[in-house]
């Protein structure tokens, strides 16, 4: 059987492979030719949202697509650079830390697009920009877990206090408050996008101090929830299904980059791409943001949280309703 995305481990060779698979960039309207740049593994669940996005498009015939991941910040412009020259059609990746370095990349390859994970502006007329903005689902979270608390002491597991993160912080607590202003926070930081064992320790130090609530912003949290017997909720994919969250994680802040995927695509086919700042793309307006089932945690959920959850989710799609956006570092409040 043959596999539908060829993964590129050993980047020593990816350059030979992909001059042979990238041969000339692609007519407009025809199926595109479009690589993914990964620095972690594709199990990282920040990845993992990019990687099923495209491999999504692939397997409806969208796209041709290749990609790297592992690929260190030393090596990325190596990487990207390679990718430029094998005839690829648009790159997908991230340049966080190497926002200057990957601009000028796109200003040799101008004839390329580029949609790259990044804090800031869009840069000349092919370098677009995304982020993560789940903040309205997490706000939505937020208003759930302050009803559900106890000890109103929630605690929250992070990888960086950068503003992708800090914002979903700030959102979660915000919502909390809404409905139990009393609540304490708990914020942990764990200087790691992928340590499962670390998070879990951090997880467990918040439990000793009296959190019976935990916002698993990183891998590892909800095993500590599990082993300890409280409630979780999750962040970026659906942690209740695909990480062991049954009767711990109550629901999650999801991300989807479905809607900005198809987007850049059909900016490509059409000769249209520019550089643009791709935000809206991924908030609940556009389908970029949602929040998860409730599954075995739906009639736990007191009836009118639940209600307050469903007329906001419409507020925030119809635009009556802004959740603020708030990318300070969040620190505990006890």
Same mark, same amino acid.
């Given at each position: 059987?043959?596999?539908?995305? &060829? $993964?590129? !481990?050993?980047?020593? !060779?990816?350059?030979?492979?992909?001059?042979?698979?990238?041969?000339?960039?692609?007519?407009?309207?025809?199926?595109?030719?479009?690589?993914?740049?990964?620095?972690? =593994?594709?199990?990282?669940?920040?990845?993992?949202?990019?990687?099923?996005?495209?491999?999504?498009? #692939?397997?409806?015939? $969208?796209?041709?697509?290749?990609? +790297?991941?592992?690929?260190?910040?030393?090596?990325?412009?190596? !990487?990207?650079? %390679?990718?430029?020259?094998?005839?690829?059609?648009?790159?997908? /990746? %991230?340049? #966080?830390?190497?926002?200057? %370095?990957?601009?000028?990349?796109?200003? *040799?390859?101008?004839?390329?697009? #580029?949609?790259?994970? *990044?804090? #800031?502006?869009?840069? /000349?007329?092919?370098?677009?920009?995304?982020?993560?903005?789940?903040?309205? =689902?997490?706000?939505?979270? /937020?208003?759930?877990?302050? +009803?559900? &608390?106890? &000890?109103?002491?929630?605690?929250?597991?992070?990888?960086? =206090?950068? /503003?992708?993160?800090?914002?979903?912080?700030?959102?979660?607590?915000?919502?909390?408050?809404?409905?139990?202003?009393d609540i304490k926070f708990k914020v942990t930081f764990i200087g790691s996008w992928f340590d499962p064992p670390k998070a879990k320790e951090a997880a467990f130090a918040q439990i000793e101090a009296g959190v019976d609530v935990l916002y698993a912003e990183r891998a590892g949290v909800v095993d500590a929830a599990r082993a300890k017997g409280i409630i979780a909720f999750g962040n970026v994919n659906d942690m209740n299904k695909e990480e062991n969250g049954k009767n711990v994680v109550v629901t999650s802040a999801l991300w989807h980059m479905e809607s900005a995927i198809d987007h850049a695509i059909k900016a490509v086919q059409a000769k249209t791409f520019k550089a643009e700042n791709y935000k809206d793309w991924t908030m609940m307006a556009k389908g970029g943001a949602s929040l998860a089932p409730y599954y075995e945690f739906s009639d736990k959920i007191p009836a009118d949280i639940k209600a307050k959850v469903e007329k906001l989710t419409k507020d925030i799609k119809s635009g009556s309703y802004t959740v603020t956006i708030n990318d300070k570092e969040p620190k505990s409040t006890y």
């Open positions: 059987m043959v596999k539908s995305v &060829t $993964k590129f !481990v050993g980047t020593l !060779v990816l350059s030979v492979v992909a001059l042979a698979v990238f041969s000339t960039g692609s007519p407009a309207g025809d199926k595109i030719k479009v690589a993914g740049i990964y620095t972690q =593994p594709i199990q990282q669940k920040w990845d993992a949202r990019l990687h099923s996005a495209l491999n999504k498009a #692939f397997e409806e015939g $969208k796209i041709e697509y290749k990609y +790297s991941e592992k690929v260190s910040n030393s090596d990325y412009v190596r !990487v990207l650079r %390679e990718y430029a020259e094998s005839g690829v059609d648009l790159i997908v /990746g %991230e340049a #966080f830390g190497i926002s200057r %370095e990957a601009r000028k990349v796109a200003d *040799d390859y101008k004839k390329i697009a #580029f949609l790259m994970g *990044d804090p #800031f502006k869009p840069h /000349g007329s092919n370098f677009a920009v995304f982020d993560n903005y789940i903040h309205e =689902p997490c706000f939505l979270m /937020g208003i759930i877990a302050g +009803s559900m &608390t106890k &000890t109103n002491q929630i605690g929250m597991v992070g990888g960086y =206090p950068i /503003g992708e993160v800090n914002r979903l912080f700030h959102a979660f607590m915000d919502g909390a408050k809404t409905v139990n202003p």
